[in-house]
Nanobody
Framework: QVQLVESGGGLVQAGGSLRLSCAASGRTFSTYTMGWFRQATGKDREIVAAINYSGGSTYTDSVKGRFTISRDNAKNTMYLQMNSLKPEDTAVYYC?????????????????WGQGTQVTVSS
């Protein structure tokens, strides 16, 4: 069983930055593929970024060049550095984990989920 706890959300003006953290329990964190997803009001959940056990990462097109995903296996923590934030980035952000080593873009392939953290970007 893996438990995930997100932190770092908040209210920021357009152009600002936030760093989200996802703390994971369990001794096998380093072998998990981790992902950040978001869901805006009235919209479907979408993947933001994902990172595999070896640090390979992928991003959705709308955040490329602005967001950076990373992980610290020694601390069982994943991060999402978000720069140049835009109002359209406003959403609840969730971290997720899957026990496979390959990245998946589908939330259905992730077994463990955090409770979510709200990110609001004002214009």
């Amino acid at each position: 069983q893996v438990q995930l706890v997100e932190s770092g959300g908040g209210l920021v003006q357009a152009g600002g930055s936030l760093r989200l953290s996802c703390a994971a329990s369990g001794r096998t964190f380093s072998t998990y593929t981790m992902g950040w997803f978001r869901q805006a009001t009235g919209k479907d959940r979408e993947i933001v970024a994902a990172i595999n056990y070896s640090g390979g990462s992928t991003y959705t097109d709308s955040v490329k060049g602005r967001f950076t995903i990373s992980r610290d296996n020694a601390k069982n923590t994943m991060y999402l550095q978000m720069n140049s934030l835009k109002p359209e980035d406003t959403a609840v952000y969730y971290c997720a984990a899957r026990s496979y080593r390959t990245i998946s873009y589908s939330g259905n392939d992730y077994t463990y989920w955090g409770q979510g953290t709200q990110v609001t970007v004002s214009s």
